[in-house]
């Protein structure tokens, strides 16, 4: 089940909703453990015994590793053995067929007769509620959360379904007191409202708009794109990834809202970054983050010598985009950001903190955008002819029926609207609209308050009926999620 289906937005969610405040502060936890079950096993009904078996063994490993903190022992054999357990299966579902073809690939080198494996499907989420069981051992292991004796709430943080498919990765001291102890308050209600439709306005009205052009476009044979078509296809999808991605997010943290969680910020307008560094700071925030606190500093971070800095750089950003999918061009792409990470810790990394601002802003978008080639693509060969399809100006002007009825102008619309949504002026709009209220004074700030909450409600309303009537028509509607 989808944010962005007609079923979970208008059935599943009042319906959720509506129980979860009937049953009240005692019971609301079971309703919302029974959903998120529910929620999971519409799509996965299969898998629901590897999550119940994922909240069972870490229930169990955190308790051993309390008592073996307890008794004055490091806990540290269990913990190995915990992460080891929420590993296996992720490597098995995710891992094995990607490993039993290059295996193969390898025999066939040396002269043995090659193999294959059963296709095993990917289990939804699989990744995310992986690394949020992680964490929880790990934050009990560290002593920085309490150990959770009542299974019940273990599985309300692993199987919680706002975040559950898609992410944020939430980690558990974050949120380990809201599992117990949180209240209804109108304000959060109402703001996890507004969170939750912007979010589907950009998966909707901007992502879908942009993965049309952008999926036709790598569709196509990359030897044959123009320049200008290849560009195309790459600003599209550059827009696609972003708006799907952060758009799931803001649905996410819209919904816990709703429910009284406060979940952490995932996005936070990455695209204009001035730096690799700095883009990984406001990208996906939850994931980079995770393999910061979880991998990087446990590995010594910065505060080794360079060499093994650079080594834990390159570590870091190979499993990061093994994370993303069983693919080399995953992996490529990790390491090309890896690459890039070490060479501005580097003295090269020196001189371009000396060029101009817009300077090293363009030097940002060509590096991640040309890192979404690699992220698209099906295969490393189609990754590399498509880059270089981006300077082939020789090439023949291309244009198919499918295009020419993709590029109208609700693509034009949401392409402007994705340009001005991906840089920070809606805040600052915001705020200065703030000022101006603060400074107007007693009726008049009233009334200036209330025709700005009017037409905010309209402008919400508005994005909820024409995302619903773009969901009901059919229109291109992905789920990214499912290579992840």
């Not at 937005?9 to 959903?35: C, D, E, H, K, Q």
């Not at 991605?245 to 695209?271: K, Q, V």
Request: charged residues 15%; glycine residues 8%; aromatic residues 18%.
């Amino acid at each position: 089940m989808l944010f962005s289906s007609i079923i979970f937005i208008y059935l599943f969610l009042p319906v959720t909703l509506l129980l979860y405040f009937m049953a009240g502060p005692r019971y609301r936890n079971f309703v919302l453990l029974t959903a998120s079950l529910f929620f999971y096993a519409w799509g996965e009904m299969g898998y629901v015994l590897l999550m119940l078996f994922s909240i069972a063994a870490n229930w169990a490993v955190g308790l051993l590793i309390h008592r073996e903190k307890e008794q004055g022992r490091t806990g540290r054999k269990v913990l190995f053995i915990g992460i080891a357990i929420n590993l296996i299966p992720l490597a098995f579902f995710k891992y094995g067929n990607f490993l039993s073809d290059n295996i193969s690939d390898v025999l066939q080198l040396v002269g043995f007769s090659a193999f294959t494996l059963e296709t095993i499907h990917l289990p939804i989420g699989i990744s995310f509620f992986t690394f949020q069981a992680i964490s929880y051992i790990v934050d009990v292991y560290r002593r920085e959360a309490d150990v959770q004796a009542n299974p019940l709430n273990l599985a309300l943080y692993i199987a919680l379904f706002p975040q559950l498919i898609a992410g944020p990765i939430v980690r558990y001291y974050d949120i380990a007191k809201e599992i117990t102890d949180r209240h209804f308050v109108l304000s959060d209600f109402r703001e996890g409202v507004l969170r939750f439709i912007a979010g589907l306005g950009k998966k909707v009205l901007i992502a879908n708009n942009m993965g049309t052009v952008a999926d036709h476009v790598f569709s196509l044979p990359a030897g044959e794109l123009s320049a200008g078509l290849a560009w195309l296809g790459l600003i599209a999808y550059t827009l696609q990834i972003y708006f799907d991605i952060s758009g799931y997010s803001d649905m996410a943290i819209g919904l816990g809202r709703m429910f009284g969680f406060h979940f952490l910020e995932n996005f936070n307008y990455p695209y204009i970054s001035k730096s690799i560094s700095e883009f990984w700071r406001r990208w996906h925030i939850s994931l980079s983050s995770w393999f910061r606190d979880y991998l990087y500093i446990p590995l010594g971070g910065n505060r080794v010598s360079i060499g093994r800095n650079y080594f834990n750089l390159v570590v870091v950003f190979f499993l990061c985009g093994l994370w993303h999918g069983a693919s080399w061009v995953f992996i490529v792409w990790g390491l090309y950001h890896g690459m890039f990470l070490v060479l501005e810790r580097s003295p090269i990394g020196r001189l371009l903190d000396k060029l101009p601002g817009m300077v090293r802003h363009i030097y940002v978008l060509l590096v991640v955008m040309i890192g979404w080639v690699f992220f698209r693509s099906t295969s490393l060969d189609y990754a590399f002819d498509y880059i270089a399809a981006l300077v082939n100006f020789s090439a023949d002007p291309y244009l198919d029926a499918h295009l020419v009825t993709a590029l109208n102008a609700q693509f034009y619309l949401a392409l402007a609207v994705g340009t001005v949504l991906s840089m920070p002026l809606f805040p600052l709009a915001r705020d200065k609209t703030m000022v101006m209220l603060s400074a107007s004074g007693g009726y008049r700030q009233k009334i200036m308050r209330g025709g700005v909450s009017l037409l905010l409600v309209i402008w919400m309303f508005s994005v909820l009926i024409y995302s619903s009537a773009e969901i009901i028509s059919g229109t291109h509607n992905p789920f990214l999620y499912f290579r992840f």
